[in-house]
């Protein structure tokens, strides 16, 4: 790249001064012209003097050597326009204006380099004879005198060293600039090529004199770098959590399986009971993962309709309360406002955010959660609260990622950081949206909330 843009830099710089060069070449040529033609001019007119030209007397080959001319001669012009003899010079009849001539008007002009001056001359048929060779009587006297004119001195050469010097300039700004623009570009494809390699550890970084683009490509870099840091970490966490969810209920399955098999338990009934909440417990981690990954696909159904979320919510309650009861929680109804509470949803999917929401508490509860629902504006607020230790102020803006597990003192036992993140999902698919507010009180306390689209309203902003 560097190369390229040097390339391109010394282009440009040389076709501007080749531009350059050319139009500033032509304008000096057409004033060199002119200002030939003027002088040229004013020496034949002065030479002409009417009434009584001085030319007649004159040796027109000392004032031709005299006055530097290239030509000067007398010659004749018929009616029809038509030099009689050959003109001096390079000068053909098509580059002359015989009328102008005939009208008795001078003609002045060049050629190529040349400058040339047609003068007509009042002459009697004697004094026509007096040149060689002679004028013939019937035709109009012309004097005509040329001259070769030139550049100013030197002006090929001053524009050629002017060049060269401003393309020896522009080769070291052009280096320079290329190496101040590739530098950072380098340093670019290195770091991210260490971090496609693996290397999440790599970082741009940055100089003060970087421009500000390099900058912000610089903490772009390191930000993604970051991120996927981050997200490997995560990766990694969620994959102790999930194998020892797997481990555990396999295990504990696996148990009294061979128990059963072996005669070495009496309660048959209570390891088929256990065996089959393990089972279920291995399906809702099996499903919650297949929830995501249809998710991620957007491939998962939703069946939105007109639902009452405070019958939704006491049901919840109802058939959660026996899950809760056995960590010895009480799972309780908030404040129930009076008469439905409509909202736009899935039913199935709301169930499935209350689970999720109610099972999160319990890991972390004391000893009471409360599950509420209201409506506000043009949207529908569910919630669960509960009495824990709360969250640290720096894990509440994660706490609905994927993968993410919080160190929150006194949890029951590790999740796999895919509840809350179905929760937030399944939220944002029905038209809505989730946060977490903690802590409630001086002693902590947590609040998981949900607001959703009311039936007859639009979705609030949060």
Same mark, same amino acid.
């Given at each position: 790249?560097?190369?390229r843009?040097l390339v391109?830099?010394?282009l440009?710089?040389a ?8 139009g ?5 040529r057409r004033?060199?012209a ?5 002088q040229l001019?004013a020496?034949a007119?002065?030479?002409a003097e009417?009434p009584h ?6 040796d ?9 001319y290239?030509?000067l001669a007398?010659v004749?012009l ?5 030099f009689?003899?050959?003109l ?10 015989p009328s102008?001539?005939?009208?008795d008007r001078?003609v002045?002009g060049?050629?190529?380099?040349t400058a040339?001056?047609?003068?007509p ?5 004697? %004094? ?9 009587? %019937?035709?109009?006297?012309v004097?005509?005198?040329?001259r ?5 001195a030197?002006g ?7 060049g060269l ?5 522009a080769?070291?700004?052009a280096y320079?600039l290329?190496?101040r623009?590739s530098?950072p570009l380098?340093?670019?494809?290195e770091?991210t090529g260490r971090?496609?390699g693996g290397?999440?550890?790599?970082r741009m970084?940055r ?8 900058a ?10 970051d991120r996927l840091a981050?997200?490997r970490?995560?990766?990694r %966490?969620?994959l102790l959590?999930v ?5 555990t209920?396999?295990t504990s399955i696996?148990g009294?399986a061979?128990?059963?098999s072996e005669g ?7 390891a ?8 279920r417990r ?6 919650d ?11 998962? $159904?939703l %069946?939105a309709g ?6 939704l919510?006491?049901?919840a309650v109802?058939?959660l ?8 929680l009480e799972?309780?109804?908030a404040r129930?406002e009076p008469?439905p509470?409509w909202?736009?949803?899935?039913p199935?999917?709301?169930d499935?955010?209350?689970s999720?929401l ?6 972390f509860a004391?000893a009471?959660i409360?599950?509420?629902a209201?409506?506000?504006?043009g ?5 669960v609260?509960d009495d824990?230790?709360?969250i640290p102020?720096e894990d509440?803006?994660?706490v609905?990622?994927?993968?993410f597990t919080s160190?929150?003192?006194g949890a029951?036992?590790?999740g796999?950081?895919l509840?809350?993140?179905?929760v937030a999902?399944?939220a944002?698919a ?7 507010q903690?802590p409630l009180?001086?002693?902590? $306390?947590t609040?998981m909330?949900?607001?959703?689209p009311?039936a007859?309203?639009?979705?609030a902003?949060v």
């Amino acid at each position: 790249m560097r190369r390229r843009l040097l390339v391109a830099i010394l282009l440009l710089v040389a076709g501007t001064l080749v531009l350059a060069g050319v139009g500033g070449y032509a304008l000096i040529r057409r004033a060199s012209a002119n200002t030939a033609e003027q002088q040229l001019y004013a020496q034949a007119r002065a030479l002409a003097e009417y009434p009584h030209p001085r030319v007649v007397f004159l040796d027109l080959g000392a004032v031709k050597y005299i006055g530097q001319y290239d030509a000067l001669a007398v010659v004749g012009l018929d009616a029809g326009g038509g030099f009689a003899g050959r003109l001096p010079g390079s000068l053909r009849g098509r580059d002359l204006d015989p009328s102008a001539l005939l009208a008795d008007r001078s003609v002045a002009g060049h050629v190529g380099g040349t400058a040339f001056v047609l003068i007509p001359l009042e002459l009697t048929t004697a %004094q026509k004879g007096r040149f060689t060779p002679p004028v013939p009587y %019937q035709d109009t006297a012309v004097l005509v005198a040329t001259r070769t004119f030139t550049l100013l001195a030197g002006g090929l050469g001053y524009f050629l060293l002017v060049g060269l010097a401003c393309l020896a300039v522009a080769g070291a700004v052009a280096y320079w600039l290329a190496r101040r623009f590739s530098r950072p570009l380098v340093r670019a494809a290195e770091v991210t090529g260490r971090i496609a390699g693996g290397d999440l550890d790599a970082r741009m970084a940055r100089g003060p004199r970087d421009m500000g683009e390099f900058a912000t490509l610089a903490a772009a870099i390191n930000a993604m770098g970051d991120r996927l840091a981050q997200a490997r970490e995560q990766q990694r %966490q969620f994959l102790l959590s999930v194998s020892h969810d797997l481990r555990t209920p396999l295990t504990s399955i696996r148990g009294y399986a061979e128990a059963l098999s072996e005669g070495a338990t009496d309660d048959v009934a209570g390891a088929v009971e256990i065996i089959g909440a393990e089972a279920r417990r291995l399906d809702r981690l099996v499903q919650d993962l297949l929830d995501l990954a249809q998710l991620d696909a957007r491939r998962f $159904g939703l %069946q939105a309709g007109r639902v009452d979320a405070a019958d939704l919510a006491a049901r919840a309650v109802e058939r959660l309360r026996p899950e809760a009861a056995a960590a010895s929680l009480e799972l309780v109804l908030a404040r129930p406002e009076p008469g439905p509470i409509w909202v736009v949803c899935d039913p199935d999917r709301l169930d499935q955010v209350l689970s999720n929401l109610v099972e999160n508490a319990c890991r972390f509860a004391r000893a009471r959660i409360a599950l509420g629902a209201r409506r506000e504006g043009g949207r529908v607020l569910l919630w669960v609260d509960d009495d824990g230790p709360g969250i640290p102020a720096e894990d509440i803006a994660h706490v609905f990622v994927r993968h993410f597990t919080s160190d929150r003192s006194g949890a029951r036992r590790a999740g796999t950081g895919l509840g809350l993140a179905i929760v937030a999902e399944l939220a944002a698919a029905m038209g809505g949206g989730a946060r977490a507010q903690s802590p409630l009180g001086a002693e902590g $306390g947590t609040r998981m909330e949900v607001w959703l689209p009311a039936a007859d309203g639009a979705t609030a902003p949060v």
